[in-house]
T-cell receptor
Framework: GENVEQHPSTLSVQEGDSAVIKCTYS??????FPWYKQELGKGPQLIID?????GEKKDQRIAVTLNKTAKHFSLHITETQPEDSAVYFC???????????FGGGTRVLVKP | GAVVSQHPSWVICKSGTSVKIECRSL??????MFWYRQFPKQSLMLMAT?????????EQGVEKDKFLINHASLTLSTLTVTSAHPEDSSFYIC???????????FGPGTRLLVL
């Protein structure tokens, strides 16, 4: 089955700086890669996603890049703000069944 | 749009009792719902996938007789933890996906504490 690895596990940045989280996946047939933000005690919230026919997608301060050849994708947050502090999860779909396989998560702390 | 609710948000029960958790898609028809379990500071682990009107498909290692899943309508799925024990204490999260969609929208989660 699919295996998703996520790095780093924790990330501390100064407010206004950029944050980058990287994920690798194992199944070359995976074709959908969402990113979720989870605040303490809450369910994950979709923040951006990308499909395998696109190399980059941007939504305001958030961008995601995908390298299908290398089987890795990254989340970029620019001009970080304290409210960006949360746990971020990457995920990839398995080729069949639409099941998501999650990375281990990255705890992001934005220091004011 | 794409709002998913869960009820209750938290529950405390005695060991040996059963607990039912509801997951509802409020503004779309969810042909597929997923149930996850999350331990503190860990990632989400898929427990089962349920399609409306069909039996749930459980992941390896998940006891189907202990975690009963019902997906009787396009907007409601329930997870019943039967004969709960302290080791079942966890954060249970559902997600829902519409027809011909690939995006899963998550509920707010239910924290279960079994004493």
């Amino acid at each position: 089955g699919e295996n998703v690895e996520q790095h780093p596990s924790t990330l501390s940045v100064q407010e206004g700086d950029s944050a980058v989280i990287k994920c690798t996946y194992s199944d070359s047939a995976s074709n959908y890669f969402p990113w979720y933000k989870q605040e303490l005690g809450k369910g994950p919230q979709l923040i951006i996603d990308i499909r395998s026919n696109v190399g980059e997608k941007k939504d305001q301060r958030i961008a995601v890049t995908l390298n299908k050849t290398a089987k890795h994708f990254s989340l970029h947050i620019t001009e970080t703000q304290p409210e960006d502090s949360a746990v971020y999860f990457c995920a990839a779909t398995e080729a069949a069944g639409n099941k998501l396989t999650f990375g281990g998560g990255t705890r992001v702390l934005v220091k004011p | 749009g794409a709002v998913v609710s869960q009820h209750p948000s938290w529950v405390i029960c005695k060991s040996g009792t059963s607990v039912k958790i509801e997951c509802r898609s409020l503004d779309f028809q969810a042909t597929t719902m997923f149930w996850y379990r999350q331990f503190p500071k860990q990632s989400l682990m898929l427990m089962a996938t349920s399609n409306e009107g069909s039996k749930a498909t459980y992941e390896q290692g998940v006891e189907k007789d202990k975690f009963l899943i019902n997906h009787a309508s396009l907007t409601l799925s329930t997870l019943t933890v039967t004969s709960a024990h302290p080791e079942d204490s966890s954060f249970y999260i559902c997600s829902a996906m519409g027809r011909n969609q690939e995006t899963q929208y998550f509920g707010p989660g239910t924290r279960l504490l079994v004493l």
